[in-house]
């Protein structure tokens, strides 16, 4: 099946510095990737959809300016947690969407800002 | 806006029993997809079952089978036999057929226990 990378795994951070994490499908190309946020014991909540080529479109609420995307290429998409608080602490998913009836997932994220 | 809806927060089954979580959703479109998907205490996102709208018959994978009623938007999802490693959250979720809308509408979640 298709594969989603995400890198890294866990990160820790002290408050005020910048986090990327990395989003890579592995062998297919996603023209679309989606970045969520998942809190504990909840649903993931969509933060923003991710064109290759194009800027990301935000969920109404997301600061785009704290959280940047970038899909530079048909296979890596990433999110920078800018000046990140410990508030912005949380499990972040990525997905990649071959085709509209497909959305694979990556293994997530786990921030936490010190 | 779709809304999909998910009125079980909790459920547990006896292993090699069957299980059933419930799914409705709300919309206005009549072409988009339906999933399941099974997050495991790993955390990692799977891929457990999917329905096209347009299509009548169930999808089946395995000991994974739905109950699609379109006109109820209802779309529930049976487990047979179940084994430890099916305990999991659950989430289901719709997605527009839409050119443009691409983007995954999660319920809030089940949380499936397996008991031995």
């Known amino acids: 099946g298709a594969v989603v990378s995400q890198h890294p795994s866990w990160v820790i951070c002290k408050s005020g510095t910048s986090v990327k994490i990395e989003c890579r499908s592995l062998d297919f190309q996603a023209t679309t990737m989606f970045w969520y946020r998942q809190f504990p014991k909840q649903s993931l909540m969509l933060m923003a959809t991710s064109n290759e080529g194009s800027k990301a479109t935000y969920e109404q609420g997301v600061e785009k300016d704290k959280f940047l995307i970038n899909h530079a290429s048909l296979t890596l998409s990433t999110l920078t947690v800018t000046s990140a608080h410990p508030e912005d602490s949380s499990f972040y998913i990525c997905?990649?969407?071959?085709?509209?009836?497909?959305?694979?997932f990556g293994p997530g994220t786990r921030l936490t800002v010190l | 806006a779709q809304t999909v809806t998910q009125s079980q927060p909790e459920m547990s089954v006896q292993e090699a029993e069957t299980v059933t979580l419930s799914c409705t959703y709300d919309t206005s479109e009549s072409d988009y997809y339906l999933f399941w998907y099974k997050q495991p205490p790993s955390r990692q996102m799977i891929l457990v079952i999917r329905q096209e709208a347009y299509k009548q018959q169930n999808a089946t994978e395995n000991r994974f089978s739905v109950n699609f009623q379109k006109a109820a938007k209802s779309f529930s999802l049976k487990i047979s036999d179940s084994q430890l490693g099916d305990a999991a959250m659950y989430f289901c979720?719709?997605?527009?057929?839409?050119?443009?809308?691409?983007?995954?509408?999660f319920g809030k979640g089940t949380k499936l226990t397996v008991n031995p």
């Open positions: 979720a719709y997605r527009s057929a839409r050119g443009g809308s691409e983007k995954l509408v």
């Open positions: 997905s990649a969407s071959p085709s509209r009836s497909q959305q694979y």
